[in-house]
């Protein structure tokens, strides 16, 4: 089956308005001949003359009179799905999105977040989800639409990345702890009860590497699956918890945090979302918003 010309509704549109080869030829930029052709291609193609001589004017055809009435409101349909997406107006937004990051993600950052996008977009509701891996099978699937963190191995190479900031790890007691006071070092650091943040069935982490580059090693008293927990149990124990600084900000009000006496490398954390919302207005504005809260709450700590 041939499908017709859909360049032919934009000459039908023109012809039926201005009754006149010459003026539609005018209009559209192009010679009287090559107006007479495409009017006879629309004849052929609707099987109606549509428009006919009386005297020295062009009457419209019945036909042509109904057509008059349809074609404006389909040409637009077809010019809105064949062309750019309309600017979109964030106020006009009800719609429920979803953002995959750690719970010390949300608590330092969220309320920002939050602020961020009720201004702009008062119908918008943010759905906040753990992580519990790094793979990024969710954001492939559609359950989530956005997730902050560190790209790792896990990260599909499909995924599309933008840099939020860099963190790095530090460490945590409560303020009595005797890492409180003193310098401390590499010894110091490995030779208390630390509690590791890890997901799945890891027992050790990066630190535990950079503390055997050193020959040391540590002991882990407890494993919990996020930097809350891990903060809460140094909080009221003899526990060291080693978290992402920035991530953890309001979280370590009233302990005392230091750098660690290790070669660690610093942290960027990125924002990920599946190469299909690239262009969809909605999130590319939810996306500004995520990284203008993070830069402001930077700024302001």
Not at 169 to 176: E, I, K, Q, T
Request: charged letters at 20%; hydrophobic letters at 45%.
């Amino acid at each position: 089956m041939s499908l017709p010309d859909l360049n032919l509704l934009i000459t039908l549109d023109v012809l039926l308005a201005e009754g006149s080869v010459t003026r539609a030829a005018r209009r559209l930029r192009l010679s009287p001949s090559a107006m007479s052709r495409a009017l006879a291609r629309l004849r052929e193609t609707t099987g109606d003359p549509l428009l006919v001589r009386a005297g020295r004017e062009l009457v419209p055809t019945p036909r042509a009179l109904e057509l008059r009435a349809r074609v404006r409101p389909l040409l637009g349909e077809v010019l809105a799905v064949l062309g750019p997406t309309e600017q979109l107006d964030p106020r006009q937004l009800a719609q429920t999105f979803t953002l995959r990051a750690s719970d010390g993600f949300v608590e330092n950052f969220g309320p920002a977040l939050l602020a961020h996008i009720g201004a702009q977009a008062p119908g918008v509701r943010l759905r906040f989800v753990q992580k519990v891996d790094r793979e990024s099978v969710q954001l492939r699937e559609g359950s989530i639409d956005l997730e902050t963190g560190v790209i790792g191995s896990l990260t599909s190479p499909e995924v599309r990345t933008r840099r939020l900031f860099s963190d790095r790890f530090v460490g945590v007691v409560r303020s009595g702890h005797a890492l409180a006071q003193g310098e401390i070092s590499a010894e110091r650091y490995a030779a208390g009860q630390h509690v590791l943040v890890a997901r799945r069935d890891q027992d050790t982490g990066p630190m535990d590497d950079a503390l055997a580059a050193l020959g040391l090693q540590r002991t882990i008293a407890s494993i919990v699956g996020g930097f809350t927990a891990a903060l809460a149990l140094a909080a009221g124990s003899d526990l060291i918890a080693t978290v992402p600084e920035r991530h953890t900000g309001n979280l370590r009000a009233g302990m005392f945090s230091f750098a660690l006496p290790l070669g660690m490398p610093d942290l960027t954390v990125s924002l990920m979302w599946h190469p299909r919302m690239d262009a969809d207005p909605a999130h590319r504005w939810l996306r500004g918003c995520v990284v203008d809260a993070c830069a402001a709450r930077i700024n302001v700590g």
